[in-house]
């Protein structure tokens, strides 16, 4: 059997005084319970480790072979706990952030170089989907974070807005024959779920601002700016991306339907609760609402 840390050093005072009553008031034992240890510690090693005699207690043999080893174990263990009690005070851990890739595009590099610098045993992994999926995948517990458009107020959900946003259709500042809202062949790109979607391009359908069935559906928003850009095509956008990444070469298409947004972080309440996923949110909540 092996012997705990307070056998060890419940010896180490029985050493050192030599005298059972005196290690047991160092200890703050009383003698019965440091004798019981002693004997508990003889019989898991199977010797004898003092004789009793007039002077005091005297080692034996396998008792001085202990004692030699004895201060190096306990070394070790202080050091193995110092170790311990510092990496439980450095945050530290592996979270899943959940983020569509365009959005992270642009959030990331906001709150994502702090982060790494100052706490370099927190890992951060990156899924990319859309908001909804994404708050789904928070709520199952399949994501830590989600930075998403409009999440669903969940009972098990925390919501933390960050910044507002809209949704609208965008053309290059010299629009092309096909970002013309009335051409029949003009083309509209945008993600599948803002294509498809009641607000935004079926919207404009019904609403007559836009006559083309004709669409071309991306995963990616940079795409759809890179279209806008080039005059290939109506952009679906929200009003951030498009500041972001065209930098002023492309403008909202006049008298298009526009939606409210917010973007806001989440996670559940019930499973983060160390001081790691503490931090990472803190982290981006004052980096996202001090940049909207």
């Not at 047991?24 to 004997?39: C, K, N, T, V």
């Not at 959005?103 to 909804?132: C, E, N, V």
């Not at 199952?140 to 925390?158: C, E, I, Q, S, W």
């Not at 951030?240 to 309440?269: N, Y």
Request: net charge neutral; glycine share 6%; aromatic share 6%.
């Amino acid at each position: 059997m092996e012997l705990s840390v307070q056998n060890l050093i419940a010896f180490e005072a029985l050493v050192q005084t030599g005298n059972m009553s005196r290690a047991a008031e160092r200890l703050g034992l009383s003698q019965p319970a440091l004798s019981w240890s002693l004997r508990q510690m003889e019989e898991k090693l199977g010797v004898t480790l003092f004789v009793r005699m007039k002077s005091g207690m005297a080692l034996t043999h396998q008792g001085k072979i202990l004692q030699k080893h004895a201060h190096e174990l306990r070394n070790d263990w202080d050091r193995f706990h110092s170790a311990l009690q510092e990496n439980a005070n450095e945050p530290q851990g592996t979270y899943t952030l959940g983020v569509f890739q365009t959005l992270a595009m642009f959030t990331l590099p906001r709150f994502y170089p702090q982060l790494a610098m100052a706490y370099p045993h927190i890992d951060l992994k990156l899924a990319h989907d859309g908001s909804q999926n994404i708050a789904e995948g928070v709520i199952k517990m399949k994501y830590d974070f989600g930075l998403v458009a409009n999440p669903p107020r969940h009972p098990d959900l925390t919501i933390v807005d960050l910044y507002p946003d809209q949704v609208e259709f965008w053309v290059s500042n010299e629009p092309s024959p096909l970002q013309d809202p009335q051409n029949p062949v003009a083309v509209v790109s945008g993600t599948e779920g803002m294509l498809a979607g009641a607000f935004g391009y079926q919207e404009a359908l019904a609403k007559g601002v836009i006559r083309s069935t004709r669409v071309l559906a991306t995963t990616d928003l940079v795409v759809v700016v890179s279209l806008v850009k080039a005059g290939a095509a109506i952009g679906l956008l929200p009003k951030t991306i498009a500041d972001h990444f065209a930098a002023g070469s492309i403008k909202p298409l006049a008298g298009g339907p526009i939606k409210e947004d917010v973007i806001s972080l989440i996670w559940r309440h019930d499973a983060q609760r160390t001081r790691a996923s503490r931090i990472i949110r803190e982290t981006i909540i004052q980096a996202l609402k001090a940049n909207k």
